[in-house]
């Protein structure tokens, strides 16, 4: 399932720089995460990348979009196809 950025968030820009997939954007006043570009890192690193960096532990699973693995990777895939 795609992952989400809660109230915590201080703006910090360390997610966004390790983002594989370019899913994280600036919001105002904190970053949003894309779901239709989050791949919670699948076939890329053992974790995403996001939450291992996130100073503040403000990345979560987002709830409202469920997805399980394979869709991770068949959206992975055709990311990296259109690059």
């Known amino acids: 399932m ?21 899913a994280i954007e600036e919001g105002d006043p904190i970053y ?6 989050c791949t919670e890192c699948v076939s890329i690193y053992d974790e995403p990348a ?3 960096v996130c100073p503040v532990d403000c990345i979560v699973l987002d709830k ?9 990777l068949f959206k992975h895939n055709k990311i990296m196809d259109e690059e």
Request: glycine content about 0%; some cysteine.
């Open 32 to 37: 949003i995460i894309d779901p239709d570009r």
């Open 64 to 72: 409202d979009n469920v997805e399980n693995m394979a869709e991770l």
């Open 2 to 22: 795609p992952l989400l950025i809660n109230d915590e968030c201080i703006a910090c820009d360390a997610c966004r720089e390790e983002c594989p997939t370019e």
């Open 50 to 52: 996001c939450i291992s």
